[in-house]
């Protein structure tokens, strides 16, 4: 999908936007510390639900993605590929260089209550994250939220980000109508590793205190235990940490996925580690010589590892493709359907 699909309006005349076509809406820098170094490419987009291909691994049908690019600048992010379809870095550019569908809300109204849409599941960060610094700009998700609710939408929510404590009461509201999942990302707990692979999310506490602020609130949440980064937060004490935090926390399931490395992510992954950890290099390009993923040997026994420390910190994994449930005081209508399919990337 190219620059000029995502937008339906053209550039003013004399703007500087001819980076990206003709039809990028506004291209804007915000000077604010929070935000130095990052530029905004508004546009409105033509459509906002987005269907999964059919060749993917992903267990699900139906996404809706208000950003493309991520300050989260997560070095091993398989979403960097699709900066390239726009024409821009995958590298410092997906990091800074932020499209924002400012018509996501609305758009998305329109196409819940358009005849050919029939209610399917709708997942939300899984290509980057819907909670990034950026939300806190635009506030795209209530409008995306209340859409969801007013139609008794079923959807997910994967993110890193603590501003989803922001849209509580909605996403509660919500859940009285419909199946709502949350899933928080915690791949480990090292604040070391942390800075340096995942340098604009939270800290991976500050990403518990969400998962503790939603069970006060009676809401379960599962964690996406992704990366599980070999050589370097795989070790078998370094697991145990990550999950008796999780635990701790009050998280429903955990479900880890070992680092996966997609063109794109990958070129700038091996870039990183050439430069912070350049002995492991040869490594990486035996684990990962035969594509994007580890040997199935090493996933099973990564899944085994923290599947058996779960169980004993009295966690389970979710049930393949389920998604974890708000569960509100009073159920009603397609809130006491069967669990959808929702990510575990």
């Known amino acids: 999908m190219r620059w000029e699909n995502l937008a339906e309006q053209p550039v003013r005349p004399g703007s500087d936007a001819a980076l990206f076509g003709a039809d990028a809406v506004v291209t804007r820098t915000v000077d604010t510390p929070e935000f130095r170094g990052i530029t905004f490419h ?9 269907r999964v291909p059919g060749a993917s691994r992903m267990p699900f049908t139906w996404t809706v993605n208000p950003y493309r690019g991520c300050s989260h600048a997560c ?29 996501a809300p609305e758009l998305l109204r329109r196409e819940l209550g358009g005849p050919r849409w029939r209610g399917g ?3 939300m960060g899984t290509n980057v994250d819907c909670y990034q610094r950026a939300e806190g700009r635009y506030r795209l998700m209530p409008g995306i939220i209340e859409a969801l ?18 849209d509580l009461d909605l996403l509660t509201e919500a859940a009285a109508v419909t199946d709502v999942g949350i899933s928080v990302s915690v791949g480990f707990t090292d604040r070391e590793l942390w800075r340096t692979v995942e340098p604009g999310t939270p800290a991976p506490e500050r990403r518990l205190d969400v998962i503790r ?22 070790h078998p004490d370094q697991l145990r940490a990550t999950v008796r935090a999780i635990a701790e926390a009050g998280a429903t399931s955990v479900t880890p996925l070992v680092l996966h490395l997609r063109p794109g992510a990958r070129e700038w992954y091996f870039r990183w580690l050439t430069e912070h950890h350049p002995h492991l290099v040869p490594h990486y390009e035996r684990l990962y010589a035969s594509g994007a993923y580890a040997p199935k040997s090493y996933q099973r026994r990564i ?9 004993e910190y009295g966690i389970g994994p979710a049930r393949s493709g389920a998604a974890r449930r708000i569960r509100p005081e009073r159920e009603t209508g397609p809130a006491t359907a069967e669990p959808e399919q929702l990510t575990l990337l």
């Not at 821009?88 to 997906?94: A, K």
């Not at 069970?215 to 937060?233: F, K, N, Q, T, W």
């Open 42 to 50: 508004e546009i409105r987009a033509r459509s906002i639900v987005n």
């Open 75 to 103: 070095v091993y992010c398989f979403a960097r590929k699709t900066h390239s379809y726009l024409d821009l870095d995958t590298g410092l550019g997906f990091d800074s260089q932020i499209v924002v569908k400012t018509n």
């Open 121 to 123: 599941h709708i997942a």
């Open 149 to 166: 609710r007013d139609h008794a939408n079923p959807f997910s929510i994967l993110t890193k980000g603590t501003l989803i404590l922001r």
């Open 213 to 234: 602020a939603l069970a006060e609130r009676g809401i379960d949440c599962g964690v996406l235990m992704a990366p599980v980064i070999p050589y370097l937060g795989d």
């Open 303 to 311: 899944t085994g590892q923290v599947h058996e420390l779960a169980r």
